[in-house]
């Protein structure tokens, strides 16, 4: 059976008294693993294909997500007499709040991070580098302004990779590495690859997306530039370190998110908010991320592009990371990590 209604769910992948991690999907609070779906399945194309990770999943996502939207529906119908199945499937359902929950993709493919994609974000930080002789600061903000408009209508975006071994849980504990004082903060809408994609164009970008999360990008400020010849900045060194991507908590598909160029973002360090803005200032939307990078690289399902962060780190306020702190990264519709550092 099909069905052409939606109801929304999040994917994610949990654990309970320190068993090995199993890819499941989220209604209402409530858990159920991904392979009790094939259990319940009446006939062969009503089964998942791949359903041990969330990248599994992916792999043939078009095929797996009327499935699991299927299931869902079910569910929420599961109070009816008529729907044997989602009460079936409720039934095997668990209390989140039971579960450690982990990162959503812990072994993705590529990690494509984009850079300074963010109107205020740019205009704030060039602004405190300062002017020209003569300029005042309201003729400096509107060349910027003016710089980055330019940027969005006549440049391409501007994109680094990040390492898998940076991925780190929602709610995990984040090391801080000795060599740095200087930890900073990046919110940032992040999205999943469900389709093969090369060279797609803007208007079919969105039809590659599987779903959305959040990831927070921490970087050692102190640890980017080096100048042994010349100065150059070290990115694998300032960006890279264990724990330095909290992802998650989960990925909540494409067809229940809406326009994700107009979903809230916001971060509290230690309860205060540190950054509040909306993808709609980004320069680059996420069709234009897509689109580029599947002119640059091939991408595949379970790749993550990280869309950029908004203004509102640390470096602005010369705040940074230490032992103790804890902080809370928001994004509309896709739920709230909350790490604490040591």
């Not at 009503?46 to 996502?61: E, F, N, P, V």
């Not at 299931?71 to 989140?96: F, K, Q």
């Not at 300029?135 to 400096?140: D, G, H, L, Q």
């Given at each position: 059976m099909r069905t052409d209604a939606l109801q929304k769910f999040s994917l994610g992948m949990f654990s309970i008294a320190g068993s090995r991690p199993f890819a499941g999907m989220m209604m209402s609070d409530k858990v159920l693993a991904l392979h009790a779906i094939n259990q319940h399945a009446n006939e062969s194309d009503?089964?998942?294909?791949?359903?041990?990770?969330?990248?599994?999943?992916?792999?043939?996502?078009p095929?797996?997500?009327?499935?699991?939207?299927?299931?869902?529906?079910?569910?929420?119908?599961?109070?009816?007499?008529?729907?044997?199945?989602?009460?079936?499937?409720?039934?095997?359902?668990?209390?989140?709040?039971?579960?450690?929950?982990?990162?959503?993709?812990?072994d993705p493919g590529q990690i494509l991070m984009a850079r300074a994609n963010y109107r205020r974000h740019i205009v704030e930080l060039s602004l405190r580098m300062g002017r020209g002789a003569g300029?005042?600061?309201?003729?400096?903000?509107?060349?910027?302004?003016?710089l980055v408009e330019r940027k969005a209508t006549e440049g391409d975006p501007f994109f680094w990779v990040k390492t898998s071994s940076a991925i780190t849980g929602p709610y995990d504990t984040v090391q801080i590495p000795e060599a740095t004082q200087k930890a900073d903060w990046e919110v940032e809408l992040a999205l999943v690859i469900g389709r093969p994609a090369r060279n797609v164009s803007v208007e079919q970008a969105l039809d590659y997306v599987a779903g959305y999360c959040i990831a927070n990008d921490l970087s050692a400020r102190d640890l980017l530039v080096r100048d042994e010849f010349g100065p150059a900045?070290?990115?694998?060194?300032?960006?890279?370190?264990?724990?330095?991507?909290?992802?998650?908590?989960?990925?909540?598909?494409?067809?229940?998110?809406?326009?994700?160029?107009?979903?809230?973002?916001?971060?509290?360090?230690?309860?205060?908010?540190?950054q509040d803005s909306c993808t709609d200032d980004m320069i680059h939307?996420?069709?234009?991320l897509v689109a580029y990078a599947s002119r640059v690289v091939q991408l595949s399902p379970g790749d993550i592009i990280s869309t950029g962060s908004p203004a509102g780190n640390g470096m602005e306020f010369d705040v940074y990371l230490r032992s103790g702190d804890v902080v809370e990264a928001t994004v509309e519709g896709l739920g709230v990590q909350i790490n604490r550092f040591s």
């Open positions: 009503s089964k998942l294909i791949g359903c041990d990770t969330i990248r599994d999943l992916l792999a043939d996502w095929h797996n997500f009327p499935i699991l939207n299927e299931a869902a529906v079910a569910i929420a119908g599961s109070a009816s007499d008529l729907n044997p199945l989602g009460t079936e499937l409720m039934a095997l359902m668990v209390e989140v709040a039971e579960l450690q929950i982990h990162a959503p993709l812990q300029e005042t600061e309201a003729e400096r903000r509107a060349d910027l302004e003016a900045q070290d990115w694998l060194t300032a960006k890279c370190a264990p724990q330095f991507l909290p992802l998650g908590p989960y990925i909540v598909p494409a067809a229940y998110v809406g326009d994700p160029n107009k979903l809230s973002l916001s971060l509290k360090h230690n309860g205060k908010l540190m939307n996420v069709q234009t």
